[in-house]
């Protein structure tokens, strides 16, 4: 997969995020990409992501992976994933932009529906995203939302205890009250945290002030 690394469109605590092009634009990939990347030292979570999103594939309202590759670049081994570009940033950018009201009940209405699908379609398949809020979901270039950003979800009952090497965490706004006390992270979590993207999305602020 022979793809050239553009400029840099974020970054979090183990990965950062480019925009990329395939050298060829006949190798059946779209000409515009982003690229999430890290160490390969520290790439697990970033592989769990990707392991992830082959499952998930099918499903309109998450984030496409494209395949994964490794490079080296200022003297370090990377590991990439090439992932699905959403051009119009994040949902907490529109709603940055939108001022202090909040967006429109319209709109609302049918990013929660699109986020709903979403949801269901990865419990169904057995996983729970673990990190439902507004960064986590981008906007595409048809105006609709896609989940992205796999790299703590689990599967459906898994333990604290059996996940090794695996720290379970998630953003305190939205974590659900079982999470803050240390229980089962399950498909309930989500959900909680979705009723959270909606009262931001509605209200222009967050539904906790902590």
Not at 43 to 61: H, M, Q, T
Not at 120 to 141: A, E, P, W
Not at 174 to 194: C, F, H, K, N, R
């Amino acid at each position: 997969m022979d793809w050239v690394r553009g400029e840099k469109l974020g970054h979090g605590s183990f990965a950062m995020v480019n925009l990329a092009a395939p050298r060829k634009q006949s190798c059946g990939l779209p000409p515009l990409m982003a690229v999430k990347s890290c160490g390969v030292s520290h790439s697990s979570s970033l592989v769990n992501e990707k392991l992830i999103l082959d499952e998930l594939k099918d499903c309109p309202e998450i984030i496409r992976c494209f395949g994964e590759s490794f490079s080296y670049e200022n003297g370090e081994k990377l590991y990439n994933v090439l992932l699905e570009y959403a051009s119009g940033g994040s949902l907490g950018d529109k709603i940055k932009k939108s001022g202090d009201g909040g967006l429109p009940e319209s709109e609302v209405r049918q990013y929660t529906e699109a986020l709903l699908k979403g949801l269901n379609y990865i419990h169904k398949i057995g996983y729970v995203h673990c990190d439902i809020k507004l960064q986590n979901i981008l906007m595409g270039s048809n105006g609709g939302v896609k989940i992205a950003d796999f790299g703590l979800a689990k599967r459906v009952g898994r333990r604290k205890d059996d996940c090794s090497g695996f720290e379970l965490r998630g953003t305190p706004l939205y974590m659900s009250p079982e999470m803050v006390a240390g229980g089962e992270q399950g498909t309930a979590a989500d959900i909680w945290a979705l009723g959270c993207v909606v009262a931001e999305m509605l209200s222009g602020a967050p539904a906790w002030r902590c």
